[in-house]
């Protein structure tokens, strides 16, 4: 336990949750046949350069993979084009002057895997192969960037009818300041029920029609709060969630022991958790950081011998 | 990769089999620290774990995780099943430890659910350790 004595009490304001988390989710969710390009325009080992050259200039691309009877052989490029020009080799064939080690991506893999390998490797592009090794497309970097944009629009509008939904209840209701309150009780030491009210919550989000995104945020931030009234509490508290049009505040209170150090508290990887706790995968002393990290707004007050009062507030 | 394509990767076995096995998942996480799945994961992983209490199941359903494999050919307790099954969550078996499990779905082509950019951002650059030192 925790011995230093003096009062804790500390606010502090996070800034806005990560909102590049939802480009990162895309990334893995898309796969490369969804943004790939998939007329391929090729040219085969027998080709001059002279005529690769051509290719490219009335394509408007840079770069091209080699077919031998449908076969992906190798890949050539622009670059290619120009020290040919340089060396006034011109006239030489695509098959002696282009790249056989080729690297490709699968078309049913994630595009996480491209983004990877364009990291890695700095291409301007890779051929997309299916399972059986044909070639079923092209990929560049703006593929990726023009399919992302598609399908953040495609959310976009989903989450529009979304909050079309949420919003309804409060608009059916008029008040100056309308206001749903849930108030869950958390029990101490009894970990079997603890997420219960994290759970009951979070279903309550889903059916006003809160985003997914933000529900999952709120349903990590409660849980965290619940599991903390659980572990360090001496007659378990209370988890009451305040759900207005613009934003949800959640309160976790108790009546002690009261956190003795909250600055340390909120410090990663500090925890006062006992061992059984920790043998269940918690109090590792990430929950208070968890939390910050979910929520927009987090305060915490605490008083020795008379208890702990932690706010969140997430915008809906 | 659907979850059945995981089962045939890691040579596993279904414990709840009600479920629907032709569900996607995109990435996956390893871990035995509850406070870390909720902390790095995105919907739609599938995570593999030494734990097999209730709390895992939550802990899945807080953080959107698709599906939840058991490691080391541990099972579950009733109450986790029994949660697994109220919550939908499909419960999934390897005899394998939780490195080769997790290697044999890397090498498939299942992909780690770490924020990639951001843990390489804030990786310091000096390292207390003597060791990463160039001679």
Redesign the interface.
Known sequence: MVTNSREGKATLTSGPA?E??KL??LV??LKIEQVMTQKVITVSPEDSMRQLKEVLRLNRISGTPVLRDGELIGIISIEDVIKALERGDIDANVGQKMTTEVQTV?AD??V??A??KFARFGFGRLPVVNRQGKLAGILTQGDIARGLLRQLEIDYHEEEIHRYRASHIFEDIVSDQTGLILRYKVRAQD??R??EA??KL?RALERLGAK??TV?RI??AS??AETNLVIHTIKGGELIAEVQPEKIRIVAVDSGPGIANVEKALQPGYSTAPEWIRE???G?G??L??IK?CADEMHLESKVGVGTRLEIVINL | MTLAEVLSVIEGKKISCDKDFSQEVSMACGADLMSDVLAFTHAGTLLMTGLTNPQVVRTAEMAGIVAIVFVRGKLPPPETIALAKEKGIPLLASKYTMYETCGRLYQAGLPSCGLFHLTADTWPDNLPSSCNQQA
């Open positions: 990560l590049v988390t990162q989710e893995y969710e699968f893999e994630s996480i895997q983004v990877n970990f079997v603890c997420g994290a759970s979070k997914p995104a999952r349903a990590v849980y965290e269940l995968g918690f590792a990430m929950g950081n968890n990290a």
